[in-house]
């Protein structure tokens, strides 16, 4: 799982694109731009003290935001189950971030108790909001059953939705899956699509893929 961000209202409109309310309410915009521009400055004392301000109003981006501080021990003013208290509000008021966040946190045992059950319901959440990380990280939930049964059709649908969102190792699988009809009716043509689309992110395996796959499907309208 890569670094949390800090995040800024204005990017954060593109990741949740189904939430039903604003990112920063109207009268907080200006105190939460406030308080990212000190973070950027180096000012971490006076932003932890605005974004904390904000968190104890419900701020679901503010919440996230003292959570990721303290967890990359950027400042420890904060108590941990304090911060994991506001990153769960986050999370519960349907920020995606926070949602993928607290998955990873269950998935490995990290500051919350282990549990792929929560983990998947958190992940999915996410998923659900079409964030890329957490639809593949579902994908492979329901691929190795974990948290849940092995449903290899599930772990198929998440995985083409990540790679439709770009996700090169998306990609790959779900390119994987047609190829052996695994989850999905075995389609060589949706295969080569797939590892096309990886390779042209650079993926060296899927270049070794496409070549094999294209090969078969010419072998296949010889024979």
Known sequence: ????????????????PAAAQPLVRDRDRAEFDSAFVAYEAGRLAAALDAFTRLAERGDRLAQYNVAIIRLREESVATPLPVALGYLRA??????????YLLGTLHETGRH???SQRDALDWFQRAAEQGLVDAQLATGTQYYLGRGTTKDYAQAARWYERAADGGDVAAQYLVASMYEEGLGVPRDLRAALQWYTAAARQGDPAAQLKARVVADRLSTERDS
Do not use: D, E, N, Y
Request: proline share 10%; hydrophobic share 60%; aromatic share 4%.
């Open 1 to 16: 799982v890569g670094r949390p961000m800090l995040v800024v209202a204005v990017t954060l409109a593109i990741l949740a």
């Open 90 to 99: 986050s999370a519960k008021a349907g920020f995606p971030l926070a949602q």
């Open 112 to 114: 919350v108790p282990r």
